[in-house]
């Protein structure tokens, strides 16, 4: 079973341009997860998907974040205009809908390095 | 509010000796906690997790953590470490709050386990 996915891997860019990053979870995984670790600091969650809906954003930082997932599927994570404090790895996580185990799978993590 | 505490930024041991990395944790209701593994340029691995049940989890690769309600602790164990065990450790909880309908998680900050041959 293929696990979660993420591209890119590394991004870097400049103050002011825009990133997308995409997740891929495990097939068959309602809920889809982003979180964000900043500067070696603990990782924190950004928002929830179930299937196509967002069910909780209350983690985006501000209206320069826009996450989709169309179709139920993949999900990605667009940042515009990023700013310096936007740097970190992001990580995205999978988990069945009615699992009763609550586990989260995770992907390797975008990290994002903003100049 | 859900928090989770990681009071060791890092943990050196001698390989072949016991590990402990700790985890405390504060909840307002029935904690399900969940310690994950990231080793380097890879992403987060699920280690273990306490729903409910026993006390001492046992995990991958030989770990296990006792979940301790009294000292509300959920300590990452190992009984004899490995040089291959040196990684960033996070431990987990997931966030029961009656606003959360999804279960996200909230994580400590980190402890970087170093075994030493």
């Known amino acids: 079973e293929a696990g979660v996915t993420q591209f890119p891997s590394h991004s870097v860019i400049e103050k002011g341009q825009t990133v997308t990053l995409r997740c891929d979870p495990i097939s068959g995984h309602d809920n889809l997860y982003w979180y964000r670790r900043v500067m070696g600091k603990e990782i924190k969650f950004l928002l929830h998907f179930v299937k196509e809906s967002k069910q909780d954003e209350s983690g985006m930082p501000n209206n320069r974040f826009l996450a989709e997932r169309t179709g139920g599927t993949y999900s990605t994570l667009k940042v515009q205009p990023a700013e310096l404090e936007d740097s970190g790895v992001y990580f995205c996580?999978?988990?069945?809908?009615?699992?009763?185990?609550?586990?989260?799978?995770f992907g390797p993590g975008t990290r994002l390095t903003v100049t | 509010a859900q928090s989770v505490a990681q009071p060791e930024d890092q943990v050196n041991v001698a390989e072949g000796n016991p590990l402990t990395v700790k985890c405390t944790y504060s909840v307002s209701g029935n904690p399900y906690l969940f310690w994950y593994v990231q080793y380097p340029n890879r992403g987060l691995q699920f280690l273990l997790k306490?729903?409910?049940?026993?006390?001492l989890v046992k995990g991958s690769y030989g770990f296990e953590a006792e979940f301790n309600k009294s000292q509300t602790s959920f300590h990452l164990k190992k009984p004899s470490a490995l040089v291959s065990d040196s990684a960033l450790y996070f431990c987990a909880v997931r966030d029961d709050s009656i606003y959360n309908q999804g279960g996200k998680l909230i994580f400590g900050q980190g402890t970087e386990l170093s075994v030493k041959p």
């Open positions: 996580a999978s988990s069945l809908r009615d699992g009763e185990t609550y586990e989260q799978y």
């Open positions: 306490y729903i409910t049940g026993d006390n």
